[in-house]
């Protein structure tokens, strides 16, 4: 059986991408990455392996490999002969993350406020007529 699958990224900008072979362990890792940073697997939350190898399409040993990959990456805590959490976000980690979030919408919400300024100033807008002879 053949070890490799397509994995095809997706982009709003140009959706004709070149394929990109990978391992079934690659694109198992990329899934399961993608699912922690979502936060659909929750953090604190434990790892069944065989379901989440199931829901990925995938058998065991990709999974196993993955799952080092992300151990190592901080993203999960395993306990040898024990159970394999979810790592939860620190305090730090907290506030960097939400730093992030207040700093990337700090423009938008600019562009909100001078839209809104904007229309205001447009409503109350009368186009001059033509001129009185008086």
Same mark, same amino acid.
């Given at each position: 059986?053949?070890?490799?699958? &397509?994995?095809?990224?997706?982009? $709003?900008?140009?959706?004709?991408?070149?394929?990109?072979?990978? +391992?079934?362990?690659?694109?198992?890792? #990329?899934?399961?990455?993608?699912?922690? &940073?979502? /936060?659909?697997? %929750?953090?604190?939350?434990?790892?069944?392996?065989?379901? =989440? %190898?199931?829901?990925?399409? !995938?058998?065991?040993?990709?999974?196993?490999?993955?799952?080092?990959? &992300?151990?190592?990456? !901080?993203? #999960?805590?395993?306990?040898?002969?024990? +159970?394999?959490?979810?790592?939860? &976000?620190?305090?730090?980690?907290? =506030?960097?993350?939400?730093?992030?979030?207040?700093? !990337?919408?700090?423009? #938008?919400?600019?562009?909100?406020?001078?839209?809104?300024?904007?229309? /205001? %100033?447009?409503? /109350?807008?009368? $186009? %001059?007529?033509?001129?009185?002879? /008086?």
């Amino acid at each position: 059986m053949d070890s490799t699958v &397509l994995f095809q990224p997706l982009s $709003p900008r140009n959706a004709s991408v070149q394929l990109q072979t990978v +391992t079934k362990a690659k694109a198992v890792y #990329i899934e399961a990455r993608s699912r922690i &940073l979502k /936060g659909t697997l %929750a953090p604190g939350s434990a790892v069944n392996q065989e379901a =989440l %190898a199931a829901d990925l399409g !995938g058998s065991i040993t990709p999974l196993r490999e993955a799952l080092r990959r &992300l151990e190592m990456e !901080g993203l #999960i805590h395993m306990e040898p002969h024990r +159970t394999m959490t979810i790592t939860p &976000l620190t305090s730090q980690e907290l =506030l960097e993350e939400m730093y992030a979030i207040r700093t !990337g919408a700090r423009p #938008i919400c600019r562009w909100v406020d001078l839209r809104e300024r904007i229309g /205001g %100033a447009a409503r /109350g807008y009368r $186009p %001059a007529g033509p001129p009185e002879d /008086g």
